[in-house]
């Protein structure tokens, strides 16, 4: 029996030393920085509407913000350098996750993680598009829509430079805080759904919206501030509702 309980007694020890590594770090240990990759994944193959198809995403990256509320270390906050991008990236259908950048975050359990991600002008010697000005938005996202009397246009949704998603990181499964520790490096996947969105929108909303038929151009739709503006606001009200990062 005395062995039995000194047994037990080791195992409680390590796991009190263990747990001290992580919740009892001392001042210098809170300040080690940990590796953070930061990616972004825009889902576009799940929407079960036949009608509207999504094919392409591309988006500017512009600053980025981070606040995180430590259970010890003091809070954590930052922005990347208003004015400077970090590219224009295309992701296409089934394509996964495209790399942003990385940060180095003070060790630590995050009570929470708070990301803001603002959007640039697209660069349009990465993209340009025949029907659309692409550098006049910070995302767009582009499909086919099939009327109800058959024809297939092209539409755009065309997101403004100045918007702003927000997003609070939780673990893989879906709960919080989030802890990081040294000498290991993670991987903060922001996503965002734009099929699942346009999947709670009334197909009447595609069937009226204006189509842009100028001379020379190709029949299209454009989903903007500035045109099918209900249909704009609509859209972007739910896709920031499908918003969510994950620590990995």
Not at 24 to 49: R, W
Request: proline letters at 3%; hydrophobic letters at 35%.
């Amino acid at each position: 029996m005395a062995t039995r309980l000194s047994n037990i007694n080791v195992v409680c020890l390590s796991l009190i030393l263990s747990l001290s590594t992580l919740f009892g770090c001392d001042k210098d240990e809170l300040t080690h920085p940990v590796k953070v990759n930061f990616s972004i994944n825009i889902d576009q193959a799940t929407s079960t509407q036949s009608y509207l198809t999504l094919s392409k995403s591309i988006f500017c990256v512009g600053t980025i913000s981070f606040i995180g509320l430590r259970q010890q270390g003091g809070d954590v906050h930052f922005d990347t350098k208003p004015g400077v991008t970090h590219g224009t990236i295309i992701i296409n259908v089934g394509q996964p996750e495209k790399y942003v950048t990385y940060f180095d975050l003070p060790q630590g359990v995050y009570n929470y993680m708070g990301w803001d991600l603002s959007l640039s002008e697209i660069d349009d010697d990465i993209f340009e598009d025949e029907n659309i000005d692409s550098d006049d938005f910070g995302m767009v996202i582009i499909g086919n829509y099939t009327k109800i009397n058959g024809e297939v246009l092209p539409i755009y949704f065309a997101i403004n430079p100045e918007e702003k998603f927000s997003c609070e990181a939780t673990n893989s499964d879906n709960t919080t805080p989030v802890s990081i520790v040294k000498d290991n490096t993670y991987n903060m996947l922001v996503e965002m759904n734009p099929a699942e969105a346009i999947e709670g929108i009334s197909r009447d909303y595609f069937e009226q919206a204006i189509v842009e038929d100028e001379e020379g151009d190709v029949r299209h739709i454009l989903v903007s501030s500035e045109s099918n503006i209900s249909l704009y606001q609509l859209f972007l009200f739910r896709m920031e509702k499908t918003i969510k990062a994950t620590m990995l």
